[in-house]
């Protein structure tokens, strides 16, 4: 799939490959978090495998096996990823028109279509450097991801919990640091406030994975509203 990136001037082109390569080696490493626990919850190595290869989405693949976990039936813990995971179509309202991919270009694109890949696109300003930090941290993730879900599956709870070696602390300011410098502008500030503040709000009063789906809803009615004016 390519990326358009030699029509990049050399530094830029550097500039979003090292970054996307960050904020995906932060976030592909944290795979061994989920490897141990979906094996904590029951599931064989194999299973827990086909989750982060044939899913992808990690907010979902952990609402799978944390619905498993607390003795939940499978389907009630597929509904829950299932619902989580719709987030992704507004992000794919978002980049359909700013990647510009058709036929089975486009198709590829939506399986690296995730919160981090989805930040590192529509942060740059053309379509070549939007595509070239889409396709570098969609395909880092989805590598380290997976080889670090095996990993974590194997060790099983040997390697104890995964969270105490602050691996889940660095995704989070990963994703941080992608959206600090979008808040300069006054607008994107008081959306970005908006949309935690209806999140805080939603957390005890709906399921898991509602909150994030209404915080979204927040941007999209923003974003929506600015177009028309």
């Known amino acids: 799939m390519p990326s358009d990136s030699d029509t990049l001037p050399a530094a ?9 390569l960050g904020v995906g080696f932060a976030t592909g490493v944290y795979g061994v978090s989920f490897g141990a626990v979906s094996v904590a919850a029951g599931l064989d190595v194999w299973q827990t495998c086909a989750l982060s290869l044939l899913a992808f989405t990690g907010a979902s693949q952990f609402a799978l096996v944390g619905v498993l976990a607390s003795g939940g039936a499978p389907l009630s813990g597929a509904a829950a990823a299932l619902l989580l ?7 794919g309202l978002r980049v359909a028109g700013l990647l510009r991919w058709t036929g089975w270009r486009r198709a590829a694109a939506a399986h690296l279509l995730i919160d981090e890949s989805t930040a590192m696109s529509v942060t740059r300003g053309t379509t070549p450097a939007a595509r070239l930090g889409f396709l570098t941290t969609g395909v880092t993730i989805f590598v380290l991801w997976n080889v670090f879900t095996l990993l974590g599956a194997m060790a099983g709870t040997a390697i104890g919990d995964p969270r105490s070696y602050g691996l889940d602390a660095a995704v989070g300011a990963a994703f941080l640091a992608l959206l600090w410098p979008r808040l300069r502008d006054r607008r994107a500030l008081v ?7 209806v999140a805080v709000v939603a957390v005890p009063l709906s399921p898991a994975g509602v909150p994030v789906l209404v915080a979204a809803a927040v941007a999209l009615l923003a974003g929506l509203l600015g177009e028309r004016r």
């Open 191 to 197: 959306v970005a406030l908006a949309a935690a503040a």
């Open 12 to 20: 830029e082109r550097a500039a979003i490959v090292r970054d996307s």
């Open 85 to 91: 995971g719709t987030r992704n179509t507004l992000y």
